[in-house]
């Protein structure tokens, strides 16, 4: 079968409207000024105008006609990657004016299902000259899938040019049950110029960086026990983070393993009491303060399991810090993951809330999304109809085969990462831009601050690298009104030496913006 395509746009910050696969092809609406609307950051790909032919075809899926739709796409069963191809027979597709493809999916199953989106150049094979993305889709729920030129699952500086787009595909990855999803659109976005209207909404303009510029006080209280992962906090610690100029600590804590496993689920007094402490002498420092629950694997493993478990462990860290000042800050929970999908989270979340609210009913609370607090999720997290004291937060380690080059708890596969550098190359520092600011059109078009919870280069890459990436990466989020977090004072990701009792300077100040 064969169609045609034109470019058009939309008002940005909108989705775009649905086109129609008829019997004749795909068609749709076209606008009459194209190349204002595309001056806008988006357009529409596959259109009836003519412009360009285009093949589609399907492998190991079936693809049918629906109203209010480009198409539906069923696959069955399969430990492969059955696919939707569109196949450019003619001029490629020029996309050069662009960042990043998207598709508008929705999953109406009763499952989750792994979409990903491709771009590919002619003649190229495997990795050269192709861009992939992935995201999972939670059930009974909309998407989208964003692939930006020159990546691969994250790794940057992939070769591609995206002026001469031969193919792009949509794929769902190993369903493990007959799957269906229904294909909205497919668009070509303008990250650089969609901040540009985000920059002149009136939410952006009232926002200031959450948190301001803060550190992790990582590897200690959400291990397994303080001081299995470094050493353990001293005043010192935090007389040197003040003194240094941060403004907030964020602390992870893993309240999982010091509490009991039958109900009522007491947290360990002796515990608590430690919690409090690093909580008071934080704040007697003038630092803003986030603890968490941090590192429950029971709950990400068995979320049904341990969901009464988690909701009582919040009621008593809730009932401990009642008294303290909104300089205190939680968040609900570090990193949802693994088979707690976003569906699950979402329902936990909902149920938290109300307890954590009973007695904090003013207080700032931050949640992240699923999926590792990826920014890719933030499309999935449900926030309730009242958004007051409300924060989203994100995690960034991208691209991640520098920034966890030679971690150990990642196996061998990051050993072949060693050598990985970061210099700040103009594909690298679009690729940043890029990311954050879909975090920041996450933020404005839901009216919710966010917040850079983690991000950090660990100790195997070299410190020129880390220092360029970190300091890139802080005040690209700062410019975008983004608090921020490095990961984390004094281990593997350090800006602190605890045996040499010094800073790593260069991170410190790259942080800190001097």
């Given at each position: ?13 909108r ?27 988006e ?64 999953n ?7 979409v ?5 150049n ?16 939670p059930p ?16 940057t ?174 968040e ?15 329902r ?13 009913p ?22 309730p ?48 831009r ?19 919870g ?33 990961w ?18 260069g ?5 800190l913006?001097?």
């Amino acid at each position: 079968m064969f169609v045609r395509t034109t470019d058009v746009g939309l008002r940005p910050l909108r989705w775009l409207p649905a086109v129609m696969l008829a019997a004749i092809g795909i068609v749709g609406a076209s606008l009459s000024d194209a190349s204002a609307q595309t001056a806008l950051g988006e357009k529409v790909l596959f259109r009836e105008s003519p412009l360009t032919d285009i093949q589609i075809t399907s492998q190991d899926a079936k693809i049918e006609p629906v109203p209010n739709a480009l198409m539906k796409v069923t696959v069955s069963p399969s430990n492969g990657y059955p696919n939707v191809q569109w196949n450019v027979t003619g001029t490629p597709l020029r996309l050069d004016a662009f960042d990043a493809l998207e598709a508008e999916v929705f999953n109406p199953g009763n499952e989750p299902v792994k979409v990903v989106l491709t771009a590919r150049n002619p003649g190229s094979s495997g990795r050269d000259g192709s861009s992939a993305a992935a995201a999972t889709v939670p059930p009974n729920s909309s998407g989208v899938i964003r692939v930006a030129f020159g990546t691969w699952h994250g790794q940057t500086d992939v070769p591609v040019d995206a002026a001469r787009i031969q193919s792009v595909a949509v794929i769902i990855e190993k369903p493990t049950q007959e799957s269906s999803i229904t294909i909205q659109s497919i668009r070509a976005v303008s990250e650089s110029r969609l901040l540009e209207q985000l920059k002149t909404t009136e939410f952006f303009q009232n926002q200031t960086p959450f948190f301001g510029r803060g550190v992790n006080i990582g590897n200690t209280l959400e291990a397994p026990r303080e001081g299995d992962w470094g050493p353990r906090l001293e005043a010192k610690h935090l007389d040197l983070i003040q003194q240094a100029g941060f403004d907030s600590v964020r602390v992870p804590v893993r309240w999982s393993t010091h509490a009991s496993n039958t109900a009522p689920y007491t947290i360990s007094p002796t515990f608590m009491k430690r919690v409090r402490w690093v909580v008071d002498e934080a704040l007697r420092r003038d630092l803003k303060v986030m603890i968490n629950i941090h590192h429950y694997e029971g709950l990400y493993a068995n979320p049904e399991q341990h969901h009464d478990r988690f909701l009582e462990l919040w009621c008593q860290i809730a009932n401990e810090f009642d008294d303290a000042p909104p300089a205190l800050v939680f968040e609900v929970l570090n990193e949802p993951h693994e088979n707690l999908d976003a569906g699950k989270w979402n329902r936990l979340l909902a149920d938290a809330l109300p307890i954590i609210r009973e007695k904090h009913p003013t207080r700032t609370i931050v949640v992240g999304p699923a999926n590792f607090n990826s920014i890719d999720a933030l499309q999935f997290l449900k926030f309730p109809e009242d958004r007051q004291n409300l924060v989203a937060t994100f995690h960034y380690y991208s691209p991640f085969q520098f920034t966890h080059q030679d971690a150990g708890w990642l196996g061998d596969e990051s050993k072949q990462w060693k050598g990985t550098t970061w210099t700040g190359t103009p594909e690298q520092q679009k690729a940043v831009r890029n990311d954050l600011d879909r975090a920041l059109r996450w933020s404005v078009e839901n009216k919710v601050p966010v917040y850079l919870g983690e991000f950090g280069a660990y100790q195997a890459a070299d410190m020129e690298s880390r220092i360029q990436w970190t300091r890139f990466v802080a005040d690209e989020a700062i410019e975008r009104r983004i608090g921020i977090a490095y990961w984390e004072f004094y281990s593997g990701f350090g800006i602190y030496d605890p045996k040499q009792q010094q800073w790593h300077e260069g991170l410190r100040d790259a942080i800190l913006g001097k």
